[in-house]
């Protein structure tokens, strides 16, 4: 069955940088996109960016402007998110979360989802 | 891009029906009928229960429908079961070529 899997997440002073890692299995990795998702304590869901399956396009929200990147690495089944300038409300669950396609084209949606990797930022 | 629009809150007895709706514009619900709706109960990841409007996945009870009128998804739900009261949120893609979530109705039932 489909699994994905977070991790990279703790504690980061502000002004810090992070990667995220999110590995998946049970599926052709290679051939879908991969969604980034974020939840702040108590909070609702906010959109970070999509990768598309073989990398060449990405699609980032707004929330983080030019602070987050997004990669992959299809001979691992790993997509990265890495953040910068981490501020205090950057604190949040963040979820990979799996395209029913290639993540290229718009009409998006997340059929998948991992447990989530929690980021706090304090000092 | 503005969160979609979702009451915080809606309740309902078992057996019962309720609605939620999720308010757009034109540059996202009004654009495209790519909007989806997604269940999470507490400390759980969000599950997908419909899709372009108004498709279930595989598994998802029939008892979950969608819609869309103009820039408004709705969700309705029927024959309200426990394992219902849950959060619940919509989520559009936008003619920025980004995607949005609504701000999440808690179900209580």
């Known amino acids: 069955q489909v699994q994905l899997v977070e991790s990279g997440g703790g504690v980061v002073q502000p002004g810090g940088s992070l990667r995220l890692s999110c590995v998946a299995s049970?599926?052709?990795?290679?051939?879908?996109?991969i969604h980034w998702v974020r939840q702040a304590p108590g909070k609702g869901l906010e959109w970070l960016g999509v990768i598309s399956y073989d990398g060449s396009n990405k699609y980032l929200g707004g929330s983080m402007g030019g602070r987050l990147t997004l990669s992959r690495d299809n001979s691992k089944n790993t997509v990265y998110i890495d953040m910068y300038s981490l501020r205090p409300e950057d604190t949040a669950f963040y979820y990979c979360?799996?395209?029913?396609?290639?993540?290229?084209?718009?009409?998006?949606?997340?059929?998948?989802w991992g447990r989530g990797t929690l980021v706090t930022v304090s000092s | 891009q503005s969160a979609l629009a979702q009451s915080a809150s809606v309740s309902g007895s078992l057996g019962q029906s309720i609605s939620i709706s999720c308010g757009g514009s034109i540059t996202d619900i009004g654009a495209f009928g790519y909007v989806s709706w997604y269940q999470q109960h507490p400390g759980r990841a969000p599950k997908l229960i419909i899709y372009?409007?108004?498709h279930r996945p595989p598994g998802v009870p029939d008892r979950f429908s969608g819609s869309r009128s103009g820039t408004t998804a709705s969700l309705t739900i029927s024959a309200l079961q426990p394992e219902d009261e849950a959060d619940y949120y919509c989520?559009?893609?936008?003619?920025?070529?980004?995607?949005?979530f609504g701000g999440g109705t808690a179900l209580t039932v």
């Open positions: 979360a799996k395209d029913p396609y290639n993540g290229r084209q718009g009409g998006w949606r997340f059929d998948s």
């Open positions: 049970g599926f052709t990795f290679s051939s879908y996109g």
């Open positions: 989520s559009s893609y936008t003619t920025r070529s980004t995607q949005v």
């Open positions: 372009e409007v108004s």
